[in-house]
């Protein structure tokens, strides 16, 4: 299975450190897209970011930057001056082969204490 | 203004009861989804329509039935709950090919005790 791989389970950081939230997908296709989506405590998924796999570059938007390296199949995630709200379970997914779904990690769990 | 709207929130019920769970989009996509979140918040695909035709079904019991009446609705039909059903369901729309995001509703917590 082409499975998107989010090694990180739980962060936990203080108040305005940064974070990196890691993301590593299997593709065998040419053509694909990633993405992220938020999950905060009221459980409502959002949608944060689309890359398609043949623009690596570096997207920022705001305090959220993404990095998306073809090389080493990956789609990381970084938040600068983190806020108790960023608090929530972060997914990254990627489309199937077809492009009519989507394949999820298993999330990772931020904690941000003020 | 909600783009992906499902009923109920929350859902509580007894092993073997029936039951639907609804849910309709007003973006005008062509294609909805339900996808299954277990109690790890692992995400899976379980269905996708488009324009009203099934073109995904996931190894899912046959105790799932989903429907859709029109684009713009796709409903989720339960048979003979078990406790194992106990998840939460999000519904989700996406637009033509080259919107490939998916736009959640906000899950239906399905407890089946």
């Known amino acids: 299975a082409q499975k998107v791989t989010q090694a990180q389970t739980e962060i936990s950081v203080v108040e305005k450190e940064d974070v990196t939230l890691d993301c590593v997908y299997e593709t065998r296709d040419t053509t694909y897209y990633l993405f992220w989506y938020k999950q905060p405590p009221s459980g409502e998924l959002v949608f944060l970011i689309r890359r398609n796999s043949f623009d690596e570059q570096n997207e920022i938007s705001g305090r959220y930057s993404w990095n998306f390296q073809k090389s080493t199949s990956s789609f990381n995630f970084t938040i600068t001056a983190s806020q108790v709200v960023d608090s929530a379970v972060y997914f990254c997914a990627r489309s199937n082969q077809a492009g009519t779904a989507l394949i999820f990690g298993k999330g990772t769990t931020l904690s941000v204490s003020s | ?113």
Request: hydrophobic share 30%.
């Open chain 2, 1 to 113: 203004d909600t783009a992906v709207s499902q009923t109920p929130k929350y859902l509580v019920t007894q092993m073997g009861n029936d039951k639907s769970i609804k849910c309709e989009q007003n973006l005008g996509h062509d294609t909805m989804y339900w996808y299954k979140q277990d109690s790890k918040k692992f995400l899976k695909i379980m269905f996708s329509y488009n324009n009203k035709e099934l073109i995904i079904n996931e190894t899912v019991p046959n105790r799932f039935s989903p429907k859709s009446p029109d684009k713009a609705h796709l409903n989720l039909h339960i048979n003979s709950l078990e406790l194992g059903d106990s998840a939460v369901y999000f519904c989700a729309s996406r637009g033509g090919i080259s919107d490939t995001e998916a736009f959640f509703g906000q899950g239906t917590r399905l407890t089946v005790v």
